[in-house]
């Protein structure tokens, strides 16, 4: 499962996020930057406040890449009760004596290595985040001016990100100003953890007050513990995880979802000179989508709300993510192949009944050459698990849920 993580900047704000359902409050000061560290009195306050209703995390603060200096302000936020110390893994300095100067620590709370994707991040120091005893990484964003997380990691590194958390036994956590559209993107990766501050606070943005309407949108966009019971592999890893089959959906009235002329470089072909470097292919896709009871834009709810609505929509992102995805899994021979993938893929939604797709290679030769096939849900829905092994091993591999206390 996926737990929501809220940052607060104190006991009011907390009580907030634990109202509107948030799985974990962290406590950070935006004003001071990405980590921000609020002071240790309000930190006391805060979890006494909650009085165990839902654990804790706090950041150490921007900290020079020091031991002495890093362990000093861990050990600070450690003594103040808290589940979980977040420690942000910076440019500059010695990183890796940090961390292993932090391994004593890691013996009386959970500590989570930050990342910032917007800094190159050094994703080798996983295994060493792992050997020092870190409960868990993050991969956030440093400079929330210049970008979200989706500006500086493309879906396949962040699932590269993902995967390589759970084989060094840390749970994978995600953060970086994403918003609710992000939310059903990021989901088909299986993070253990995502974390907003931005989105929870509306129009002031993530230096103002966070609001109990903004953190419910985001709360119901994310599966609560038990919701994926009985979905098989395939239909979490690939399709709009969170997004429930709506039983009341009219069968008769549809949605036509398209992408068109979506050109990737892709290592394609059946030939061995085709192996040493991608070329460019185009992809058309449409999809035919049952539509949902629920309004789309939220009209009906108490406020109106267009992220609650986002819950009943299959977006072209899913579909563009999909084929990044499968583009960056490795060497494909055929475009017959790559197009029964895909389609499968979104087939994979249980709201698509039907999807067509064009797969052209652009520089194959005179003129353009490729497939075009359609399929429906009896056709090709039950070879998407067998046609994406890769891919549902990242649901297999190291813990399966986020952090608890």
């Excluded at 001071?32 to 805060?46: D, F, H, I, K, S």
């Excluded at 994310?222 to 069968?251: C, K, S, T, W």
């Amino acid at each position: 499962m996926t737990l929501m993580l809220a940052s607060v900047t104190g006991p009011e704000e907390a009580h907030i996020a634990l109202a509107g359902g948030a799985d974990i409050i962290d406590l950070k000061d935006p004003a001071r930057g990405a980590l921000g560290a609020v002071e240790a009195g309000v930190v006391r306050a805060t979890v006494a406040a909650l009085a165990g209703r839902r654990p804790i995390s706090a950041v150490t603060g921007e900290v020079p890449m020091q031991p002495a200096s890093v362990v000093a302000a861990a050990e600070s936020v450690a003594d103040t009760g808290v589940d979980y110390v977040k420690q942000g893994i910076f440019p500059g300095g010695d990183a890796e004596a940090c961390i292993r100067a932090l391994a004593p620590l890691a013996e009386r709370v959970r500590l989570v290595g930050v990342l910032f994707a917007d800094r190159a991040p050094n994703l080798s120091l996983l295994s060493l985040l792992a050997q020092a005893g870190f409960h868990a990484a993050m991969l956030d964003t440093a400079d929330k001016t210049d970008g979200w997380l989706l500006d500086h990691m493309d879906l396949p590194g962040l699932r590269r990100f993902v995967l390589a958390c759970r084989r060094h036994g840390l749970v994978p956590g995600l953060a970086g100003a994403l918003e609710a559209p992000d939310v059903p993107r990021v989901l088909v990766l299986a993070p253990g953890v995502l974390g907003f501050r931005g989105a929870l606070c509306g129009e002031a943005g993530r230096t103002g007050r966070i609001e109990l309407e903004a953190v419910r949108a985001i709360r119901a966009l994310i599966p609560p513990e038990g919701a994926e019971a009985g979905r098989e592999v395939d239909y979490r890893l690939l399709a709009a995880q969170g997004y429930a089959v709506d039983a009341a959906a009219d069968p008769t009235r549809s949605d036509r979802i398209f992408v068109r002329d979506f050109v990737l470089p892709v290592r394609i072909g059946a030939y061995a000179r085709e192996r040493d470097a991608p070329q460019p292919v185009r992809f058309s896709v449409e999809a035919l989508v049952a539509r949902s009871a629920h309004p789309i834009d939220g009209r009906g709810s108490t406020p109106p709300s267009t992220e609650l609505g986002m819950r009943d929509v299959f977006s072209y992102d899913l579909i563009r993510d999909g084929i990044r995805m499968l583009v960056d899994a490795g060497h494909v021979s055929f475009v017959e192949t790559l197009a029964e993938r895909v389609a499968a893929m979104v087939l994979a939604h249980p709201r698509v009944a039907r999807v067509s797709v064009q797969v052209e290679k652009l520089n194959a030769g005179p003129g353009i050459v490729g497939v075009a096939i359609e399929r429906t849900r009896e056709t090709a829905g039950a070879r998407a698990s067998q046609l994406f092994p890769q891919m549902a091993a990242l649901a297999s591999e190291g813990p399966g849920g986020g952090p608890r206390s």
